[in-house]
Structures are given as C-alpha cells and as structure tokens.
C-alpha cells in the first residue's frame, strides 16, 4: 500500500477511531484524491497533516467512503431475467410448497431505487397472475441520510426517466414533477441501518433468520478489499435459503469465481445457491 495511505490509514483509526484499511487501495487512493481537491491540498503529505488536526475533514472523508449512487432498473438485463425467469419460479415454488411469503433482501440499498425496483416487478406479476402471495423486502445501509430518502420514496423527474411508462402508471403517483412509490409497495419493504461487516450477525436483525429467497449485494463489493469480499459472501450464502438467488453488479462478476454458486443466464449476475455454498479462501 501507497506510504502515504498508510500514514492516512493510521491517522484515521488513531485519532478518529475510523477503520477504513477494509477498503480496497485503488478506492482509498481516489477518495483521498477526491478530498485532496475539495480541500486545496497540493499533495497526500499536506492531506495527512490537515486530516490529522481537523475532526470535520475525518467526518467528511469517511462519508465520502459511503457509496449511496443507485438507479432504478440499472441493469436492464439483470432485472429481465428476475422479471422473466426468477420472480416467477420463486412465486411458483411457493405456492407448490404453500410457503407464506417471498423473502428478499437488499444488502446496501442507498436511496431505495433498487429495492423498489424488485418490489415493481414482484407485485405486478402477483396482480397480474391475481395471486395473494405475502412478500417482505428487508432493505439495509449505513447511510443514515440514504435510508431516510429511501423511506420515503420520493423521486424526481430525472431518477425515473429510465423507468418504464407502464411501471410509472402502476407503481408510482406523480405531483409536481415528484414521484412517489405506490403505498401498498412501500408497506412490503422494511428500511433499517445494518452493518455488513458486523460479525456478531449473518443477516439483519429485523429477518430475525434470514434464510432469503433473493438477495441484492450489489455494485459494493469491489469497493472492499479481498478479505472483506469473502467475509460478506460467506455471510450472503449463509443469509440464502437452498435455491435461493444473489444478484450482484456487472463489475462484480469475476469476484464471484470464487464461489461456489451458478450463474443462471450468462452475463446477467444472477447466482443459484447450490448445496454447498462457501467463499474459497
């Protein structure tokens, strides 16, 4: 690691109590470069005197570390073969088995749009089919601000643009250029903090046990170092039910070859629990 990371690193956990080495470099080295140019610092040597003496810089460049960027639908691939293939096979096997409800999980959820976006698709196809099948979506982050917004599922013009005019019609009121998630949509998702790398846990606290049928973990895991990549894996595959699924990011697809999960349609991120799921190390 970089001299002068290092010597950041050091400052961060001496003086503000902030463990950030779980991190991957190449992501520290452009959060540093990032606050660097905020504050006027010429070089990391000058960054480390002013983070050392100034607890509001230290408050800054660790929320800076909290990546809360989302989309609805981000990946249109991704979110056609869950609205396509899994979604249906999950409502399926549960009215086979007589299961009273879907368990999902968004590990991450920044401001909500992929949370909602899943739970879109979900209760469309349960009013489309005319189906009374119970789903809970347990929606989690460690950014107090993102939650918040993400409770209330209010959106502007420009974060739905993307979103289809059907969805915009079913899912969402409009008011002032505002659009807001459909009521009966947000009453299914519960928003709470929890910490991924907590290790006293293997799911959010509220799920009481887990054993999901879909988890999100998505666009986060590349900002960790490999360590911490397994320690969250280990605890997602802990989290799934058997046959359970993870969606990941696009970026994320070569970190999961180190899993023992299968991928359900090339390229789309989509991971199948199989019976023995664990992080190689």
Same mark, same amino acid.
């Given at each position: 690691m970089n001299g002068e990371l290092?010597?950041?690193?050091?400052?961060?956990?001496?003086?503000?109590? &902030?463990?950030?080495?779980? #991190?991957?470099?190449?992501?520290? +080295?452009?959060?540093?470069?990032?606050?660097?140019?905020?504050?006027?610092?010429?070089?990391?040597?000058?960054?480390?005197?002013?983070?050392?003496?100034?607890? &509001?810089?230290?408050?800054a460049f660790l929320r800076s570390l909290n990546i809360t960027y989302s989309e609805f639908f981000r990946n249109p691939l991704t979110f056609a073969v869950l609205e396509q293939r899994v @979604?249906?096979?999950?409502?399926e096997k549960k009215l086979e088995s007589?299961?009273?409800?879907?368990?999902i999980w968004s590990a991450g959820c920044a401001a909500g749009q992929e949370v909602y976006s899943v739970a879109i698709l979900l209760d469309e196809l349960l009013l489309a089919r005319q189906i009374s099948l119970a789903y809970r979506i347990f929606a989690t982050d460690i950014a107090e601000t993102a939650l918040s917004s993400?409770?209330? &599922?209010? #959106?502007?013009?420009?974060?739905?643009?993307? /979103?289809?005019?059907?969805?915009?019609?079913?899912?969402?009121?409009?008011?002032?250029?505002?659009?807001?998630?459909?009521?009966?949509?947000?009453e299914r998702i519960e928003f709470s903090f929890y910490d991924l790398l907590d290790e006293r846990s293997t799911s959010p606290p509220g799920s009481i046990y887990g054993d999901f049928d879909? /988890?999100?973990?998505?666009? +986060?895991?590349? #900002?960790?170092?490999?360590a911490i990549r397994?320690?969250?894996?280990?605890?997602?595959?802990?989290? @799934?039910?058997? &046959?359970?699924?993870?969606?990941?990011?696009?970026?994320?697809?070569?970190?999961l070859e180190t899993i023992n999960l299968d991928e359900i349609s090339p390229m789309s991120g989509i991971y199948q629990k199989s019976q023995a799921c664990k992080v190689m190390i």
């Open positions: 290092v010597r950041i690193v050091k400052i961060m956990r001496v003086k503000h109590g &902030g463990d950030i080495s779980r #991190y991957d470099e190449s992501f520290l +080295l452009k959060s540093v470069e990032k606050r660097m140019a905020a504050t006027s610092r010429a070089t990391m040597a000058e960054y480390c005197t002013y983070l050392s003496e100034d607890n &509001g810089e230290a408050e @979604l249906p096979r999950l409502i007589g299961s009273a409800e879907i368990r993400a409770r209330n &599922g209010v #959106y502007d013009a420009a974060a739905v643009q993307n /979103v289809q005019l059907k969805h915009i019609r079913s899912s969402f009121s409009e008011q002032n250029g505002s659009y807001t998630i459909a009521r009966r949509i947000r879909l /988890v999100f973990c998505s666009n +986060l895991l590349f #900002y960790y170092t490999p397994k320690f969250i894996l280990n605890k997602v595959c802990h989290s @799934l039910s058997d &046959g359970g699924y993870l969606v990941t990011g696009e970026a994320e697809r070569s970190i």
